[in-house]
């Protein structure tokens, strides 16, 4: 057999493989398949490497849509609620410690209790785009290709 000939078969293969052959295509190609084991051996090879190749392509398209829709509104809610604990503390620390001085006449709680809060809201920030860092760069494609 000439490489033409092979070619047109591998062509033959595919087509049906992507289903886009023509009647008569199809006809020709299930004929070669009926007489000729090797032909059958090679669509068979042929037809797993595509059902793994559509898997693989499928789990990538999931894990981006997922990380597409679920990553945004995740990271805007933690920042969204670490404004809120370091406004929230910082206001109810400042109530707090203005009570306690007008009842008590604590000046050194105030400073000690306002400090807490907005640090743990910087601290909470802080860890938020340590995260957001490692994600990005665990997700890069080009993180192979040097500069």
């Known amino acids: 057999m000439n490489s033409m000939e092979e070619e047109r078969k591998q062509q033959l293969l595919m087509g049906l493989l992507d289903r886009e052959l023509t009647p008569d295509e199809t006809y020709e190609i299930q ?31 999931d894990e981006a849509t997922l990380r597409k829709v679920w ?15 370091i406004g929230g503390g910082f206001f109810a620390l400042l109530g707090y410690s203005l009570w306690e001085y007008l009842q008590h006449g604590h000046k050194e709680l105030f400073p000690a209790v306002a400090a807490c809060g907005i640090g743990t809201g910087i601290i909470l920030l802080f860890l938020q785009v340590v995260r957001d860092r490692m994600m990005v760069l665990k997700n890069d494609p080009y993180r192979e290709v040097e500069k």
């Open 31 to 61: 004929e070669l398949l009926r007489r000729d084991q090797t032909m059958r051996d090679e669509y068979a090879r042929l037809s797993e490497t595509n059902s793994q190749l559509k898997l693989i392509g499928d789990a990538e398209f």
């Open 71 to 85: 990553r945004s509104p995740y990271r805007k809610g933690l920042r969204r609620f670490s404004y809120l604990l």
